[in-house]
Protein backbone atom coordinates (compact mmCIF):
# COMPACT_ATOMS: atom_id res chain seq x y z
CA UNK A 1 0.00 0.00 0.00
CA UNK A 2 1.50 3.15 -0.91
CA UNK A 3 0.92 6.29 1.15
CA UNK A 4 1.22 9.54 -0.54
CA UNK A 5 2.09 13.46 1.42
CA UNK A 6 -0.11 13.84 4.60
CA UNK A 7 -3.62 16.02 4.01
CA UNK A 8 -2.84 19.40 4.76
CA UNK A 9 -6.11 21.40 5.58
CA UNK A 10 -6.16 25.11 5.01
CA UNK A 11 -5.79 27.03 7.97
CA UNK A 12 -9.09 28.30 9.71
CA UNK A 13 -9.77 31.92 8.60
CA UNK A 14 -12.03 34.21 10.22
CA UNK A 15 -14.14 36.34 7.80
CA UNK A 16 -13.47 39.91 7.67
CA UNK A 17 -15.45 41.43 10.46
CA UNK A 18 -16.74 45.44 10.38
CA UNK A 19 -14.73 47.62 12.88
CA UNK A 20 -14.31 50.51 14.66
CA UNK A 21 -13.52 52.20 17.87
CA UNK A 22 -15.81 53.91 20.41
CA UNK A 23 -16.57 55.29 23.76
CA UNK A 24 -19.05 53.53 25.53
CA UNK A 25 -21.71 54.71 27.35
CA UNK A 26 -23.00 53.59 30.97
CA UNK A 27 -27.02 52.29 30.61
CA UNK A 28 -28.45 54.99 32.93
CA UNK A 29 -26.54 57.47 30.52
CA UNK A 30 -27.62 55.68 27.06
CA UNK A 31 -31.36 56.14 28.64
CA UNK A 32 -30.77 59.77 28.97
CA UNK A 33 -29.68 59.69 25.37
CA UNK A 34 -32.49 57.78 24.51
CA UNK A 35 -34.90 60.19 25.77
CA UNK A 36 -33.34 62.87 23.70
CA UNK A 37 -33.28 60.82 20.56
CA UNK A 38 -37.64 60.09 21.47
CA UNK A 39 -38.14 63.93 21.57
CA UNK A 40 -36.15 63.87 18.31
CA UNK A 41 -38.81 61.64 16.89
CA UNK A 42 -41.45 63.02 17.51
CA UNK A 43 -40.57 65.98 15.54
CA UNK A 44 -39.98 64.20 12.55
CA UNK A 45 -41.88 62.47 10.08
CA UNK A 46 -39.76 60.16 9.20
CA UNK A 47 -36.14 59.07 10.94
CA UNK A 48 -34.08 55.66 11.87
CA UNK A 49 -33.54 55.71 16.07
CA UNK A 50 -30.29 54.59 17.04
CA UNK A 51 -31.15 51.75 19.04
CA UNK A 52 -30.63 52.69 23.12
CA UNK A 53 -27.94 49.47 23.26
CA UNK A 54 -26.14 51.01 20.40
CA UNK A 55 -25.53 54.38 21.17
CA UNK A 56 -21.59 55.34 21.49
CA UNK A 57 -19.28 57.64 20.57
CA UNK A 58 -17.12 56.54 17.50
CA UNK A 59 -13.51 57.41 17.58
CA UNK A 60 -12.23 55.93 14.31
CA UNK A 61 -14.14 53.66 11.96
CA UNK A 62 -11.86 51.38 10.58
CA UNK A 63 -14.48 49.49 8.12
CA UNK A 64 -13.99 45.53 7.20
CA UNK A 65 -10.68 43.90 8.37
CA UNK A 66 -9.31 40.79 8.36
CA UNK A 67 -7.55 38.85 11.24
CA UNK A 68 -4.39 40.49 10.52
CA UNK A 69 -5.99 43.65 10.47
CA UNK A 70 -7.82 43.22 13.62
CA UNK A 71 -4.71 42.48 14.90
CA UNK A 72 -3.16 45.47 14.16
CA UNK A 73 -5.89 47.36 15.73
CA UNK A 74 -5.71 45.73 19.07
CA UNK A 75 -2.17 46.80 18.85
CA UNK A 76 -2.97 50.88 18.01
CA UNK A 77 -5.88 50.71 20.82
CA UNK A 78 -3.58 49.29 22.94
CA UNK A 79 -0.96 52.30 22.62
CA UNK A 80 -3.26 54.77 22.96
CA UNK A 81 -5.06 53.71 25.43
CA UNK A 82 -1.76 53.05 27.30
CA UNK A 83 -0.85 56.97 26.51
CA UNK A 84 -4.58 58.15 28.14
CA UNK A 85 -6.23 58.69 31.10
CA UNK A 86 -10.17 58.50 31.59
CA UNK A 87 -11.84 60.81 29.55
CA UNK A 88 -14.36 63.24 30.83
CA UNK A 89 -17.53 64.92 28.62
CA UNK A 90 -19.96 67.34 28.73
CA UNK A 91 -22.54 66.75 25.53
CA UNK A 92 -24.15 69.79 24.38
CA UNK A 93 -26.57 70.65 22.31
CA UNK A 94 -28.52 68.84 18.97
CA UNK A 95 -26.91 68.85 15.51
CA UNK A 96 -27.16 67.65 12.08
CA UNK A 97 -25.50 66.27 9.15
CA UNK A 98 -27.45 66.83 6.22
CA UNK A 99 -27.93 64.11 3.73
CA UNK A 100 -29.83 63.85 0.71
CA UNK A 101 -31.23 61.15 2.19
CA UNK A 102 -32.43 62.85 5.42
CA UNK A 103 -30.31 64.10 8.08
CA UNK A 104 -28.06 63.13 10.95
CA UNK A 105 -29.03 64.01 13.91
CA UNK A 106 -26.69 63.82 16.73
CA UNK A 107 -25.49 65.21 20.53
CA UNK A 108 -22.51 67.21 20.47
CA UNK A 109 -19.71 67.35 22.71
CA UNK A 110 -19.41 71.29 24.45
CA UNK A 111 -16.61 70.08 26.46
CA UNK A 112 -13.74 67.52 26.35
CA UNK A 113 -10.82 66.10 28.85
CA UNK A 114 -8.40 64.01 27.34
CA UNK A 115 -10.91 63.10 24.21
CA UNK A 116 -9.15 65.01 21.57
CA UNK A 117 -5.38 63.86 22.84
CA UNK A 118 -6.93 60.22 22.85
CA UNK A 119 -8.52 60.57 19.49
CA UNK A 120 -5.40 62.24 17.86
CA UNK A 121 -2.83 59.17 19.52
CA UNK A 122 -5.00 56.67 18.05
CA UNK A 123 -5.49 57.84 14.72
CA UNK A 124 -1.46 57.99 14.81
CA UNK A 125 -0.73 54.63 15.88
CA UNK A 126 -3.51 53.33 12.83
CA UNK A 127 -2.08 55.22 10.60
CA UNK A 128 1.67 53.65 11.41
CA UNK A 129 0.32 50.81 11.43
CA UNK A 130 -1.61 51.07 7.47
CA UNK A 131 -4.77 50.74 8.78
CA UNK A 132 -7.70 52.88 7.16
CA UNK A 133 -8.37 56.02 9.02
CA UNK A 134 -10.24 59.02 7.24
CA UNK A 135 -9.53 62.36 5.77
CA UNK A 136 -12.13 64.13 7.27
CA UNK A 137 -11.64 66.40 10.57
CA UNK A 138 -13.22 64.64 14.14
CA UNK A 139 -16.39 66.16 14.94
CA UNK A 140 -17.04 64.51 18.51
CA UNK A 141 -20.62 63.29 18.41
CA UNK A 142 -23.12 60.65 19.33
CA UNK A 143 -25.78 60.30 16.84
CA UNK A 144 -29.16 59.89 17.74
CA UNK A 145 -31.43 59.59 14.32
CA UNK A 146 -30.27 58.84 10.62
CA UNK A 147 -32.63 59.90 7.75
CA UNK A 148 -34.34 62.47 9.80
CA UNK A 149 -37.44 64.25 7.92
CA UNK A 150 -39.01 67.29 10.14
CA UNK A 151 -42.63 66.74 10.03
CA UNK A 152 -44.99 69.55 8.86
CA UNK A 153 -46.19 71.86 11.18
CA UNK A 154 -50.06 72.29 10.42
CA UNK A 155 -50.80 74.86 12.05
CA UNK A 156 -48.54 77.25 9.93
CA UNK A 157 -48.56 75.09 7.07
CA UNK A 158 -44.91 74.68 6.58
CA UNK A 159 -42.29 72.15 6.99
CA UNK A 160 -39.46 73.23 9.75
CA UNK A 161 -35.60 73.39 8.80
CA UNK A 162 -34.30 69.80 10.84
CA UNK A 163 -31.21 72.40 12.27
CA UNK A 164 -34.24 74.77 13.61
CA UNK A 165 -36.00 71.74 15.15
CA UNK A 166 -32.79 71.19 17.17
CA UNK A 167 -31.99 74.44 17.95
CA UNK A 168 -35.51 74.39 19.95
CA UNK A 169 -35.05 70.96 21.16
CA UNK A 170 -31.61 71.75 22.33
CA UNK A 171 -33.03 74.95 24.49
CA UNK A 172 -34.67 72.44 26.51
CA UNK A 173 -32.03 69.77 26.69
CA UNK A 174 -30.96 68.72 30.78
CA UNK A 175 -26.66 68.51 31.19
CA UNK A 176 -25.27 65.20 30.66
CA UNK A 177 -21.53 64.98 32.20
CA UNK A 178 -20.03 61.33 31.70
CA UNK A 179 -16.59 60.13 32.34
CA UNK A 180 -14.86 57.05 30.35
CA UNK A 181 -12.18 54.65 31.91
CA UNK A 182 -12.18 52.48 29.03
CA UNK A 183 -11.95 52.22 25.16
CA UNK A 184 -13.42 49.52 22.87
CA UNK A 185 -12.79 47.84 19.56
CA UNK A 186 -16.17 47.21 18.29
CA UNK A 187 -17.91 44.95 15.74
CA UNK A 188 -20.83 46.13 13.67
CA UNK A 189 -22.49 43.16 12.54
CA UNK A 190 -26.56 41.37 12.58
CA UNK A 191 -26.50 38.34 14.59
CA UNK A 192 -27.77 35.36 12.52
CA UNK A 193 -29.19 37.74 9.86
CA UNK A 194 -30.65 40.10 13.04
CA UNK A 195 -31.12 43.43 14.22
CA UNK A 196 -27.80 45.56 13.91
CA UNK A 197 -25.56 44.94 16.72
CA UNK A 198 -22.55 46.79 18.00
CA UNK A 199 -19.91 44.09 19.88
CA UNK A 200 -17.16 44.88 21.75
CA UNK A 201 -14.40 42.82 21.10
CA UNK A 202 -11.79 44.43 23.28
CA UNK A 203 -11.85 47.38 25.67
CA UNK A 204 -8.54 48.99 27.04
CA UNK A 205 -8.60 50.80 30.17
CA UNK A 206 -7.82 53.89 30.12
CA UNK A 207 -5.21 53.67 33.62
CA UNK A 208 -2.75 51.16 31.54
CA UNK A 209 -3.15 47.71 32.79
CA UNK A 210 -4.67 44.39 31.56
CA UNK A 211 -6.67 44.10 28.55
CA UNK A 212 -10.47 42.59 29.07
CA UNK A 213 -11.09 40.56 25.89
CA UNK A 214 -14.91 39.22 24.75
Given at each position: MEYGSPLRLPRATQAPKRLFVALRFSADERAMLAQTRDGVLARLRAGRPTPTENIHLTLAFLGMLDTSGKQ??????????????????SL??????????GGIVWRSVSREVGLLRLQRILMRELSRLELPVGEK??????????????AR???YGITPDLQRVCDELSSGLPPLETRHTGVALMWSHHPEGGKLTYTPILTMP?????????
Open positions: RAKEALGVAADACGPVSLGPLGVFEHRSPFVPHVTLVRGAHPNERLRGGEAAEA
